[in-house]
């Protein structure tokens, strides 16, 4: 499929507003990795943030989920300004996946998607010591759903597999998993496909999709353009922490600037080079390509 159908068949993005984040700046001594960058997205909407290494794109998701406390800046989830805690944003329904994979390596596939489910019940400490009869329930209940999620995201045969001998895109899929183990409304997903091969990548695609089919919005963190631009309804790229272009992904895709962004523009002596190349190809266009004029002569 290429890009361009995706993009026509996907639904427009029409629902009311899940997260806002606005004027986000964070600075790390003298360096300013993310520079007032804001963001909406809507409910069921995939936006896609792109930027070469170094943008800030990671460091804003750290922003967004409590990871950082933005130096200025605020970001609010479904009407309510966010407090810059982990816990806090995962309980109002926002969950994200690790550029650098973060799994508990041993335990099993399972186990650590019910982790994820922790914050969703109300079991205090006592009663997961005591093991009583609410703790049973809540653990079964975590079982059946981590089970379900895992068969979601195509890891339904490797639920008792320790997640440290899982392949590398089976642990990306199995962090998708936790995080969707939360209860979610909104996703984030930092570097979904990286190291996969592209089956896998296409694959990962369609379960973003399907994430989206639930009703979920996605904000996904990619270099793969072919996977970003044929799956996001909306893309930001960031450059030097700041926001160089947001837009419908055939608009961003053939941006000028994005384009210089990721391969950069020729200094003056390549420029210069160049010119001087081409100038050497049509003298050469001038003779025929390959003749012996001593042996035409003869
Ligand atoms: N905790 C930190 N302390 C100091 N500098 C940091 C910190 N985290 C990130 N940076 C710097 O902020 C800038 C943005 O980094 P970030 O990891 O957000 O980029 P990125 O767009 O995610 O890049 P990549 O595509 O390589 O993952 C970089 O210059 C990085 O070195
Ligand atoms: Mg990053």
């Known amino acids: 499929m290429t890009a361009t159908a995706t993009v026509h068949d996907r639904p427009s993005a029409t629902g009311k507003v899940v997260l806002s984040a606005r004027g986000v700046t964070m600075r790390f001594g003298g360096l300013t990795a993310v520079n ?10 995939i936006v896609g943030l ?26 609010t989830f479904e009407g309510t300004v966010l ?15 690790f550029q650098n994979i973060r799994l508990f390596g041993n335990m099993t596939a399972l186990e650590n998607v019910m982790v994820g489910r922790y914050c ?17 329930r809540e653990e079964a209940d975590s079982r059946a759903r981590g089970q379900q999620l895992l068969e979601f995201v195509g890891l339904g045969s490797m639920t008792e597999h320790l997640a440290r001998n899982l392949p590398y895109g089976d642990q990306r899929k199995l962090e998708i998993a936790r995080a969707l183990a939360t209860d ?4 984030l997903l930092d570097e979904p496909t990286a190291g996969m091969n592209p089956q896998e990548t296409m694959a990962t695609r369609d379960l973003i999709f399907k994430i989206r089919d639930q009703g979920l919005a ?13 799956l996001c309804d909306r893309v930001l790229c960031l450059v030097r922490g700041e926001t160089l272009i947001e837009g419908l992904p055939a608009e961003v895709q053939s941006d000028h600037r994005v384009i210089e962004a990721y391969i950069g523009t020729p200094d003056e002596d390549e420029e210069e080079a160049v010119a001087e190349a081409h100038a050497h190809d049509s003298d050469a266009d001038k003779a025929p390509a390959h003749v012996d004029t001593k042996e035409e002569q003869a």
């Open 50 to 75: 792109i930027g070469p290494n170094g943008a800030g794109k990671t460091t804003f998701f750290n922003c967004l989920t409590g990871l950082y406390k933005p130096t200025e800046g605020e970001v």
């Open 184 to 187: 979610p409304k909104l996703v």
């Open 218 to 230: 996605v904000v996904v963190i990619e270099h793969d353009m072919r996977f970003i631009f044929s």
């Open 120 to 136: 969703r019940t109300s079991s205090m400490a006592i009663t997961s010591i005591v093991r009583g009869p609410k703790y049973r």
């Open 36 to 45: 007032n960058v804001d963001m909406t997205v809507h409910e069921g909407e």
């Open 83 to 97: 407090p810059p805690k982990p816990t806090a944003v995962v309980k109002a329904g926002m969950a994200r996946t």
